[in-house]
């Protein structure tokens, strides 16, 4: 019987997500992957084997401890941090690389915005229409209600958010940013939950 191939980076950073918010607690992680992993393969063309209770583990308990530092401060989420072993020097380390410029912070309080915007006109009802051409227009920038809710907008500086754009382009963590030269260029296909997670986790790493 064939080996099942290695998880990706992508799908490991699921896992260590999820044992930082429940726990060490392999069977309830391989149930709510089942549903992470069909809901990806639907949104976003991602197909990836689920690994069984045993590889859980040893990606939890073992995969992590193999990052270097760097890639854990860089590429992780603090609160997924915890569960290395050498948590404190990570922190610690962390503290000392992390001195954000004014600037800095500016960027990373219009990401969550954007991720924010982004996110609320993606639950709007009726807001897919089925076809790349739907563009979100304006709506990233914030300003103004939306859906039965009426869930307010956050208001976003253009020229902030251009130079955020022009960072995240360098960064190549965002394939979806590649080919726009404005934030209203995004379209409905792009505008994953995945996509928004990415921005989110990308907002609190900060140190653009």
Partial sequence: MP????????????IWD????????????????????????????????????????RIIEKDINLLSPEVVIAKLPPHVWHLRDDYEDIKSLADKTTQESPQSRELSTTLLIIASNLEKYRNEPGAFLGTKMDKVWDRVYGGWWIG????????????????LLRCLKEEEEFPELMYIKDWSELNDTQITENFIQRLISRAHRGNF
Avoid: Q
């Fill in 3 to 14: 080996r099942k191939k290695e998880p990706s980076f992508e799908l490991k950073a699921l």
């Fill in 148 to 163: 039965e809710e009426r869930a307010k907008l956050g208001d976003v500086d253009k020229k902030v958010a251009t130079d």
């Fill in 18 to 57: 999820k044992a930082a918010t429940i726990g060490m607690r392999p069977e309830v992680i391989l149930r709510e992957l089942n549903n992470d992993l069909w809901r990806l393969c639907k949104e976003e063309d991602f197909y990836e084997d689920i690994p069984d209770v045993r590889t859980i583990k």
